[in-house]
């Protein structure tokens, strides 16, 4: 390629080079080798038919023609790069990110991935709504939500953030010490269970368990009712009652003997968290770099 065809050639290297002093100096700035710095040089010297630099064991100088294109050239390569940056900057994660997650997402999602992203992205400003109501994203002017696939709606566009659920039937030590051990569901009826009231609806939760690949539900009794699902473990785990929960809920308070799963053989297996957002709403920057993230730190705490 001729030079006028390719006014731009060897052009990065003279310009690394005459700042930095040195063609190896330059090769690390560039990310190349200093035989490539010296060959690009050589070539654009070559094509302008004149030396740009007096060569020494230890530094290179510029020649009078060196310090007169240097003088034309450094301002423009500042301008593109100025420009460049400007352009990239557009597209780079910035604003207010705001998003409506369950309680359950809190420690699960939420906590390992909002710090990750401020390291990551610190122009993107973020907004958590922790509730478990379901939401209008855009009658609450959210950009993204958390929820339970079942509970996303079929015109949204969904990203698994977790393992599918398994629910369970949990209680402490010391409640089953004390009231005995639930062998099948019908055996609730003389226990005490914790119940979870659907802030949107109002209505109670009612156990869902499976038996021979047939569904079915079951209204336990209980004097302890709450919208709150960490409020909820609490009881549980201070032995007021049994309760029912997602298994990625209590994983650390299975782990630690707080809580035991009863029923284990008549739960069901649901669709795990998910992160969902309208369609149009995807090509966000800020929101592409939460969900990049997410995936990449929730699958690297598996």
Known sequence: MSLRRDPFFGLPAFLAAAAAGSFTAAAARLGVSPAAVSQAVKSLEEKLGTPLFIRTTRRVGLTEAGAALLARTAPAAAEIIAAVEDVASVHEPSGLLRLTVPRMAVPLVMEPVVPALRREYPRVAVEVAVEDATI???????????????YVERDMVAVRLSRDITWAVV??????????????????AGH????????????????????????????????????????????????????YVADIAVEAELRAGQLI??????????PGLFLYFPRRAQAQPKLRAFIDLARQVLRAGR
Do not use: H, K, M
């Open 192 to 243: 005490e269970a914790i119940r979870y009231r659907f802030p949107n609806s109002g209505a109670l939760y009612r156990w869902e368990f499976e038996r021979d690949g047939r569904s079915f539900s079951v209204d336990p009794p209980g004097s302890l009712i709450v919208n709150d699902g960490a409020l909820l473990v609490s009881w549980a785990r201070a032995g007021l009652g049994l309760a």
């Open 261 to 270: 799963r009863v029923l284990e053989q008549f739960l069901p297996t649901t």
């Open 171 to 188: 209680a402490s030590p010391a409640y089953l010490a004390a009231r005995g051990r639930p062998e099948a569901p019908q055996d609730l």
């Open 136 to 150: 209008d994203l855009s009658a609450r002017s959210f950009d993204a939500g958390i929820r339970i696939g079942e």
